[in-house]
């Protein structure tokens, strides 16, 4: 056990920040998306190093996690099926530009 | 047994009036079928009670009767029950009687078997019928439009008396009493659609209330009193000797108040002066009603109940003593009545009137006879007189009857109950007469053959041997005068000749109206004979004093049979056959009212009393009603409370209205909230920029902020 649990924690944290910043800032919805999924394994690896750490004995952490794949698989799905729809029909994936929910 | 039978005795018409109301109220038939039935139900069982009654020994000791506890009051309950005792055996007797016999004559009296009227309505006597026959138009009487309903009321009624005689408690007694009121009340406005029909009904109604309120006070005297109101409570000897000594107010002991109070439930009842003005007016309903329930029955329940409560009146009174207060204010109203209603009766000239006021006259007899304390000879006079008079109003109903049959057939119309429009129907309605005739001379009197004679008889008896002068002067008096408007009533109708054409063309009535007249007749001659004084010269003994004996038993005590004396006798026989001589021989030969003697306005005018009672009484209360109660108090005082209540309520809404509703309500906070959504929403707008990015800033902001929050506040 050299390394400590902070860095884990650390790297989660900094791939998070890295995951919003792209949700933020980038324009195209597909790295939206991908931003997205970005913060989702960041959680994954702080349950799976809380799990490691903590409470060994029960596999509950690692359980969490795959169950995160499975929704961040569907979500993808679903998700690039909308992108793929808007597409469709405004010709563009911007996301500024799909503002049919504004006043 | 016997007391079942006594508890189902006055059930019978009161279903009988349900189911008549109810039901069959189209089916003329059935409707009488149904009245009669009923009646003739209650007929058998009082005939059983009767006869189970004559045969018990010392029946005064051994009464039947059954009581049950009805109300509680406080720890002891309120009873209500049955019993018959020989007097009110005497009274079932007769009353099962002629119910029957008015129920069956009022089939003929309606005209049951003719056809529709033409122009008949409901509340209107039926007008006739046209009938072609043989090619040839003739009018015929029309059958009553509301024969049903006649027969649910008069069962009614006939629910009320049984309820009335076989009660053994003031309480049961009073309800009888006030159904039969209000049955009285109903069957005088029979024929609503006259005027004077109505009229009479309210003033019926009205003077019997009068007697009614004063006799509920009684009532409730007796119960603060006793604390019961049973007879048989009321009348233990230690009970009435502590009514009779206890003083109540201006030295009149408890005893004399009570009675004073329900003899005046009588009076109102009994149509006895100053409250008989109801009782010739009520002659507007149909004749069976002025038979039934103001001549046989529901008038003689006023003496009934004074006969009743005699012990109590009579508290502390024994035979040859001075006659207590209460006694002498019965005898003078009786024997007074008696004779002022016998001269009003000497001038009339309706028929029924006649016979209205002689029932008035001959309940003062029996009024006067109890004053005086001759408890059985007061009711037996009561039982002859159902009997005769009865038949009598039943013989005037067929006269007119038969009158109403020539003024059809003739077609001119004549008053037919007018007796100088009459004369010679001897010949004409020759049942109706012979029976008319018995009912008349059972009424004057007649020596030996009559009921009449012998139940008068005792009563001058007695009054003359207690030496009550008075009464006994009066009385016979008015037995003369009695003797006489009964011969003018019978010369003017049945003897002579027509004085009318509709008098010539009258014919006698059907035989439903003919056989109660024969059943009354019998009885109206044989009902003396058991009554008669042992001492009687040639008769007395023959037969025994039945009726003495039994009703007599009724009393604590039997009352002496009173020494036989000659004078009441010869008076008696002098009156009455005076009295029936000197009607004919004034009568014979009068042709018109002009020719009549006695039409003198004092007597013609009933003494002025419905005049008097109209200043007295009526007008004022007319005047107050209209002047005070309706212009002062109700629409000046009245009005004018509701005006200035409604004004304050006009002023306070405006006021709400301008300084409430409109500022606060409407535009504070009807107008404000609108105002207030818009301004924020508009406002509010602005961040739904419709960009995803700027709502993950947001959520992210302020998933931040929370967790400094709670990380600085939690932790």
Redesign the interface.
């Known amino acids: 056990m050299s390394i400590p649990l902070s860095w884990f924690l650390i790297l989660a944290a900094a791939l998070f920040s890295i995951g919003l910043f792209g949700v933020l800032s980038r324009k195209n919805a597909i790295a939206i998306l991908l931003g997205v999924e970005l913060m989702l394994n960041a959680v994954n690896i702080n349950l799976v190093a809380f799990w490691r750490y903590q409470d060994p004995a029960k596999m509950a952490g690692q359980v969490f996690a795959i169950i995160v794949f499975a929704v961040a698989a569907a979500e993808v799905a679903v998700g690039l099926a909308l992108i793929i729809s808007v597409y469709r029909s405004r010709k563009t994936v911007v996301a500024d530009e799909i503002d049919l929910m504004k006043w | 047994m016997e007391n079942f039978i006594i508890w189902m005795l006055p059930l019978p018409p009161l279903l009988s009036f349900f189911v008549i109301i109810l039901f069959t109220n189209k089916r003329k038939s059935m409707s009488h079928g149904i009245a009669i039935g009923a009646a003739g139900l209650s007929w058998l069982g009082s005939m059983i009670i009767y006869i189970r009654a004559l045969g018990v020994k010392e029946f005064g000791r051994h009464i039947f009767g059954s009581s049950i506890n009805w109300l509680p009051t406080g720890s002891t309950w309120l009873k209500i029950g049955v019993q018959i005792d020989p007097l009110s055996a005497a009274v079932i007797f007769f009353v099962a009687w002629t119910v029957l016999a008015i129920f069956l004559y009022s089939i003929g009296y309606h005209n049951f078997g003719q056809p529709k009227g033409d122009n008949d309505v409901a509340g209107l006597p039926p007008h006739g019928a046209t009938v072609t026959e043989n090619g040839h138009k003739h009018t015929v009487p029309s059958i009553e439009p509301m024969y049903s309903r006649f027969f649910a009321f008069i069962s009614l009624f006939a629910f009320g008396m049984y309820t009335l005689v076989v009660s053994d408690n003031l309480l049961t007694l009073f309800v009888g009493w006030e159904i039969m009121g209000l049955c009285s009340y109903l069957l005088i406005g029979f024929w609503f659609g006259k005027p004077s029909a109505r009229n009479a009904a309210v003033k019926a109604f009205m003077t019997t209330r009068i007697g009614d309120v004063f006799m509920l006070l009684g009532i409730a005297f007796v119960y603060s009193f006793t604390g019961s109101l049973s007879f048989s409570e009321i009348f233990k000897p230690e009970m009435l000797g502590a009514l009779a000594s206890t003083p109540a107010f201006f030295g009149i002991s408890a005893a004399g108040i009570i009675g004073l109070l329900l003899f005046i439930g009588t009076v109102g009842k009994s149509a006895q002066w100053p409250l008989h003005v109801w009782l010739p007016d009520a002659m507007e309903g149909p004749t069976p009603v002025s038979a039934m329930i103001h001549a046989a029955t529901m008038v003689s329940a006023g003496v009934y109940m004074v006969i009743r409560m005699f012990p109590l009146i009579s508290a502390g009174w024994t035979e040859g003593m001075p006659l207590n207060m209460t006694m002498s204010v019965i005898a003078f109203i009786g024997a007074f009545t008696a004779i002022f209603a016998a001269t009003i009766a000497l001038a009339q000239n309706d028929i029924k009137r006649v016979l209205a006021y002689s029932t008035i006259s001959q309940l003062g007899f029996m009024i006067a006879a109890l004053g005086i304390g001759a408890y059985v000879a007061a009711a037996f006079h009561l039982v002859t007189h159902a009997f005769f008079k009865a038949l009598l109003f039943l013989g005037s109903g067929s006269v007119i009857h038969g009158m109403e049959h020539g003024v059809m057939h003739t077609g001119n119309h004549v008053d037919p109950q007018d007796m100088f429009n009459m004369g010679g129907l001897r010949k004409k309605m020759p049942i109706t007469f012979w029976t008319f005739l018995i009912g008349g001379l059972a009424l004057s009197g007649f020596p030996i053959l009559t009921a009449g004679f012998w139940s008068k008889d005792e009563i001058f008896a007695e009054a003359f041997g207690n030496g009550h002068f008075v009464v006994f002067i009066t009385l016979a008096s008015a037995a003369f005068l009695t003797a006489f408007y009964t011969m003018r009533q019978i010369t003017l109708t049945f003897f002579g000749e027509p004085r009318s054409k509709a008098a010539e063309h009258a014919s006698e009535t059907p035989w439903t109206m003919i056989l109660p007249l024969i059943v009354l007749a019998v009885f109206s001659v044989s009902y003396g004979w058991v009554g008669i004084p042992e001492q009687f010269p040639g008769l007395g003994g023959l037969i025994p004093n039945w009726f003495h004996e039994f009703v007599g038993g009724t009393l604590a005590e039997l009352p002496k049979a009173i020494e036989f004396s000659w004078v009441p006798l010869v008076t008696s026989l002098f009156v009455a056959l005076g009295g029936l001589f000197c009607g004919w021989l004034f009568y014979r030969n009068v042709k018109s009212p002009q020719q009549d003697f006695l039409q003198i306005p004092v007597l013609k005018n009933k003494w002025y009393f419905d005049e008097i009672y109209d200043y007295l009484f009526v007008k004022p209360a007319t005047w107050i009603a209209e002047k005070f109660t309706s212009l002062f108090m109700d629409q000046i005082v009245i009005d004018g409370i509701l005006h200035s209540v409604a004004q304050f309520s006009l002023f306070l809404g405006h006021a709400f209205r301008t300084y409430f509703d409109k500022p606060v309500i409407n535009e504070f906070i009807g107008d404000g909230t609108g105002n207030a959504v818009k301004a924020s929403g508009s406002g509010l707008?602005k961040i739904?920029?419709?960009?995803?990015?700027y709502y993950?800033?947001a959520s992210?902001t302020v998933l931040v902020i929370f967790a400094v929050l709670f990380y600085f506040l939690l932790v």
């Open positions: 707008r739904q920029a419709g960009r995803i990015q993950m800033v992210i």
